[in-house]
């Protein structure tokens, strides 16, 4: 998932992928931790997603107190 696909989403489905996120990363701690863990670049994958999410949310939330 690319920053453009974010940006054309609305807050609320932002936020709905955020925890979406957070629960994939979840999951792939204790999997991780389990040793069921198939590929670990997927952790960071998540991570750095999330990141991007949250970026976006930020940057939506400056443009709207902006005007």
């Known amino acids: 998932m690319n920053a453009s696909e974010l940006r054309d ?3 609320d489905q932002l ?3 955020l925890a ?3 629960k994939t990363s979840f999951n792939l701690r204790f999997q991780a931790a389990t040793g069921a863990l198939e590929n670990p670049a997927q952790i960071r994958a998540a991570r750095r997603n999330a ?3 949250k970026t976006i949310l930020n940057e939506k939330a400056a443009a ?3 005007e």
């Open 51 to 53: 990141a991007r999410i």
């Open 64 to 66: 709207a107190a902006a």
């Open 20 to 22: 979406d996120e957070k």
């Open 15 to 17: 936020r709905d992928k």
């Open 9 to 11: 989403m609305t807050p």
